[in-house]
């Protein structure tokens, strides 16, 4: 086994000699200069590979084989429909919160005001009814003539009609009022 590793040993050696010895010949042929010389030969081609971001097609190219190109330039146009299609999905959800704010700061329609307003004057006119109702029935049952659950009932649906004209009051001044300033924050957030 050491045999071996000696003569690959003495054949390295001997190489690394005579490429000495060639080198200081040649540098004593040139007079130590260096010299140039054109020499026609072939260089081979950086190869490149580039992928998009995105899925794609290519549909076109914007350089020419062989012309530089820096960082950021434009080299491919890809069309994705897919992309596109989220795109636009997503202009089309900007412009319905943009809608969603207009109306929201606009306020209640005039139509659903005047609404809201003769639903006061309705519950209005149901509890002045409730309310001669019950003074009938409460007069004709303190003389025993009504049963006093006739007076309960007429009662009680006074009271509903209170309860109902508040409501329909309540409901009135918030269509006066307008949004909300939560409601109005809440609509620039969605923007």
């Known amino acids: ?13 001997v190489l690394v000699g005579a490429g000495a010895t060639a080198a200081v010949s040649y540098g004593a042929e040139t007079g ?4 140039t010389t054109a ?11 580039i992928a ?8 076109a190219v914007a350089v020419t084989p062989g012309q530089r190109v820096k960082k950021g ?9 897919t992309l596109d299609a ?16 207009a109306r929201v700061y606009a306020g209640t329609r005039k139509e659903l005001v005047d609404i809201a307003r003769r639903n006061v004057e309705i519950a209005e006119s149901n509890r002045n009814l409730a309310k001669q109702q019950f003074q009938r029935v409460d007069t004709l049952a303190a003389r025993n003539v ?7 009932e007429t009662a009680g649906a006074l009271r509903k009609a209170e309860a109902r004209l508040r409501l329909q009051q309540a409901d009135y001044q918030r269509s006066m009022a307008g949004p909300t300033a939560e409601e109005r924050a809440s609509a620039d957030a969605d923007l």
């Not at 130590?32 to 010299?35: A, E, Q, T």
């Not at 020499?39 to 590979?49: D, F, N, P, S, Y």
Request: charged share 30%.
């Open 73 to 81: 330039d434009v080299i491919a146009v890809l069309s994705s429909p």
């Open 32 to 35: 130590g200069r260096l010299s």
């Open 86 to 101: 989220t795109f636009e999905e997503a202009k089309a959800s900007v412009a319905k919160a943009r809608a969603d704010r």
């Open 1 to 13: 086994m050491a045999r071996p590793l000696r003569r690959i040993a003495s054949a390295l050696l």
């Open 52 to 59: 998009a971001e995105v899925d794609g097609r290519l549909e």
């Open 146 to 152: 009504q049963s006093q659950q006739n007076r309960d």
């Open 39 to 49: 020499i026609v030969g072939l260089v081979r081609e950086t190869e490149v590979k």
